[in-house]
């Protein structure tokens, strides 16, 4: 399974734009880039997911770098309800969540 | 449309008990994912079944633990003879159609084992 690196934790203030950064040196040429969040005592929630394009959807953005070895999950405004651990993901094949990043948000 | 639906929500056992878990995936969805969580820790994946299938066990611990998807009737996670080092929440997650596509989870069941 390949692996993915992300901050332990970051914060933001409510309102302005964040920036989720996720490594994947090793990805393979068929691994999609998924992205899930996961609120205090809920299960993960998907936010987005692509493979090699730039992807948008009502909840975020995900710009995947050329090469594809690095990519960036992008809210674009922040609000309280964003505060959550986010999980990148590498998929072709079994899900394997790392520690996520925890974001905070600050009022 | 419903989301997936876990119960029961919260789980306490004595050592030794059996927990069964239930997980009822969303309308038309087939394949059921089985996850693990440890206080502070990311989710493990346990276990992959589709209707009647179990298609991939590599996460399940080799003993006590046992999962199926019957053709009616929700997915089970059966633990057998639990003890305290399976205090963990567990999730289940459904999919449309397999493996590469995103899985909507569930909300959890918090099994504590005293």
């Known amino acids: 399974d390949a692996k993915t690196t992300q901050p332990n934790s970051m914060e933001s203030n409510e309102e302005e734009p964040v920036h989720l950064p996720c490594n994947h040196s090793?990805?393979?040429?068929?691994?999609?880039i998924h992205w899930y969040r996961q609120l205090p005592s809920q299960g993960p929630e998907y936010v987005i997911h692509?493979?090699?394009s730039n992807v948008n959807n009502r909840m975020a953005s995900l710009a995947i770098a050329e090469d594809r070895k690095s990519s960036t999950l992008i809210l674009h405004r922040a609000t309280l309800r964003d505060a959550a651990v986010y999980y990148c993901?590498?998929?072709?094949?079994?899900?394997?969540f790392g520690t996520g990043t925890s974001l905070t948000v600050i009022p | 449309n419903a989301g997936v639906m876990q119960n029961p929500r919260h789980l306490v056992r004595r050592r030794g008990q059996e927990a069964r878990l239930r997980c009822s995936p969303m309308?038309?969805?087939?394949?059921v994912y089985w996850y693990r969580q440890l206080p502070e820790e990311g989710l493990k994946f346990m276990v992959y079944?589709?209707?009647?299938?179990?298609?991939?066990e590599s996460g399940m611990p080799k003993e006590r633990f046992s999962a199926e998807f019957p053709k009616e009737g929700p997915s089970i996670l059966r633990i057998q003879q639990v003890v305290r080092g399976d205090s963990a929440a567990y999730f289940c997650?459904?999919?449309?159609?397999?493996?590469?596509?995103?899985?909507?989870f569930g909300p959890g069941t918090r099994l504590t084992v005293t």
């Open positions: 692509g493979l090699t």
């Open positions: 993901i590498l998929r072709d094949g079994q899900f394997y």
């Open positions: 090793t990805i393979s040429g068929t691994d999609y």
């Open positions: 309308k038309g969805h087939s394949h």
């Open positions: 997650a459904s999919s449309p159609w397999g493996l590469r596509y995103e899985q909507y």
């Open positions: 079944l589709q209707k009647e299938n179990i298609i991939d």
